[in-house]
């Protein structure tokens, strides 16, 4: 599996991910509740159409004062091909919004891999270490994905 960044500029990140699975199974990981609940998220609630809405919780551990949520819009949504997606978060201590798109290509490479490039859009990174963090999720997350998807086949 390889992984790809690519620093486009102050608010867009781009990475590019192989993750050894068919593109449907890579699809419905990041359409199905249950699926999204095993790699990324306690508790998922996904409308999976366009114009449809979704719900993300990740319980607080304990020595976090809050759990984590995060709502938006399903912008587009093409099966097995592309899933957009607004992401609005809250945040506790300043109870600011921070809002930013996140756009997901699915390319089939052959039946067992899929090449997924996640562009995380439109959000202004302060610092250089907030962005440094967001690359570090996202990378995490799609290591995340690429086990499950791999226990998942076995």
């Known amino acids: 599996m ?12 781009t990475l590019t991910r192989k993750i050894g699975a068919n593109v449907s199974d890579v699809f419905s990981a990041w359409t199905d ?13 996904f ?3 366009k114009g449809g809405e979704y719900r993300y919780v990740t319980y607080a551990e304990e020595d976090e004062e809050a759990d984590h949520e995060v709502t938006g ?12 997606m607004s992401w ?12 930013f798109v996140l756009d997901i290509s699915f390319r089939a490479l052959d039946d067992d891999n899929t ?7 439109g959000l202004p990174h ?29």
Do not use: C, G
């Not at 609005?88 to 809002?99: G, K, M, N, T």
């Not at 962005?131 to 995490?140: D, G, K, N, V």
């Open 2 to 13: 390889s992984s790809e960044t690519d620093i486009d500029n102050e608010s867009q990140i």
């Open 33 to 45: 509740p249950a699926l999204i609940e095993q790699w990324q998220v306690d508790e998922a609630e």
């Open 47 to 49: 409308e999976p159409v």
């Open 73 to 84: 819009e399903i912008l587009d949504y093409v099966e097995d091909e592309k899933l957009v």
């Open 88 to 99: 609005v978060h809250r945040d506790a201590e300043s109870d600011e919004e921070l809002i």
């Open 115 to 121: 090449e997924i490039t996640l562009v995380e859009r």
């Open 126 to 154: 302060t610092d250089p270490q907030t962005r440094i963090f967001s690359m570090e999720a996202w990378s995490s997350a799609l290591e995340q994905l690429a086990e499950v998807m791999e226990e998942v086949l076995d």
